[in-house]
């Protein structure tokens, strides 16, 4: 059982940039008044991480909550470069 834990831990911490980036998007999008945004990253973020637990879990054991986790952060951080990339182009073209 220690040795599942010390795999989770490895795994997460590798990816734990990714939920301090998360929080500063988080941060911006919440001071612009865009929580919508924050909304639906995170509803994202935790539903992947969900059904990715359930799919990888009989393969991976332990280290499913891990990865799945990692990949959420992933793709929420994906998502709101993406928004981030839109804003910023919409308030260039209306400047």
């Known amino acids: 059982m220690a040795k599942s834990g010390i795999i989770y831990l490895q795994l997460i911490s590798f990816f734990y940039p990714l939920c301090y980036t998360g929080g500063t998007f988080t ?3 919440n001071g612009l008044g865009k929580m919508v945004l924050t909304l639906a990253g995170s509803t994202l973020q935790i539903a992947l991480r969900v059904i990715l637990t359930w799919f ?3 393969h ?3 280290a499913a909550p891990a990865i799945a986790t990692s990949i959420g952060w992933l793709m929420d951080n994906l998502f709101w470069l ?3 990339t839109r804003l910023r182009r919409q308030s260039l073209l209306q400047a």
């Open 27 to 29: 941060g911006t999008y």
């Open 82 to 84: 993406i928004c981030l």
């Open 56 to 58: 990888f879990f009989p």
């Open 60 to 62: 991976f054991g332990l």
